[in-house]
């Protein structure tokens, strides 16, 4: 079964500096999807990011990019110029290419940003 | 106009009741999902349907019922509330020229 790992329960950032959430899977497959979703307070999950295994290239939205490196197994997320309204919960998600698509999610990041 | 509606948002209750919590998609999307979001705020996937087939039933309780009369709707009801009911729920849709899953508000449910 896959797994998904977030190791950093908390982080803060100072506003306008960098951060980076850390995500960690676990799969057999070979094909794949990984996300990023933010949670504010209002508990709306709104997607950040969105990378498909078979690209080489690291997803990038603007403040928002991802560090891909699918031999590792890991996937994080760095937030650039970070802003208050980035202050939210942070879920990683995986999600196969075929067959059963649920979401499997890590445990979350919740990350503050100090003004 | 929102995308993926949920009703009520919010819902106390005590235990032992039944309950329904409801779940609107002007997407078009094909496949529909619900999600249990714990105290922990840890996400799990419950149901999924496309077509208004279930595919996925990821052992939950018999005591939930999911219903999708139509590709635009998918109900979740609850009979004989639980304590350990007590979470957010929330809906989700995809379609399938998309890997995306787009999220509903969700519902907090409490049971006393």
């Known amino acids: 079964a896959q797994t998904v790992t977030q190791s950093q329960p908390e982080m803060s950032v100072q506003e306008a500096e960098t951060v980076t959430l850390s995500c960690t899977y676990d799969t057999s497959e070979s094909d794949y999807y990984l996300f990023w979703y933010k949670q504010p307070p209002s508990r709306q999950m709104i997607l950040v990011i969105r990378q498909e295994a078979y690209k080489q290239q690291n997803a990038t939205e603007n403040r928002f990019s991802v560090n891909f490196q699918k031999a590792a197994k890991s996937f994080s997320l760095k937030i650039s110029d970070s802003q208050l309204g980035d202050a939210a919960m942070y879920f990683c998600?995986?999600?196969?290419?075929?067959?059963?698509?649920?979401?499997?999610f890590g445990t979350g990041t919740r990350l503050t940003i100090i003004p | 106009d929102t995308a993926v509606s949920q009703t009520p948002k919010y819902l106390v209750t005590q235990m032992g009741n039944d309950k329904s919590i409801k779940c609107e998609q002007n997407l078009g999307h094909d496949t529909m999902y619900w999600y249990k979001q714990d105290s922990k705020k840890f996400l799990k996937i419950m149901f999924s349907?496309?077509?208004?087939?279930?595919?996925i039933n990821e052992t939950v309780p018999n005591r939930f019922s999911p219903k999708s009369p139509d590709k635009a709707h998918l109900n979740l009801h609850i009979n004989s509330l639980e304590l350990g009911d007590s979470a957010v729920y929330f809906c989700a849709c995809r379609g399938v020229d998309t890997d995306t899953q787009y999220f509903g508000p969700g519902t907090r449910l409490t049971v006393l």
């Open positions: 349907y496309n077509n208004k087939e279930l595919i």
């Open positions: 998600a995986y999600r196969r290419l075929f067959g059963n698509e649920k979401l499997t």
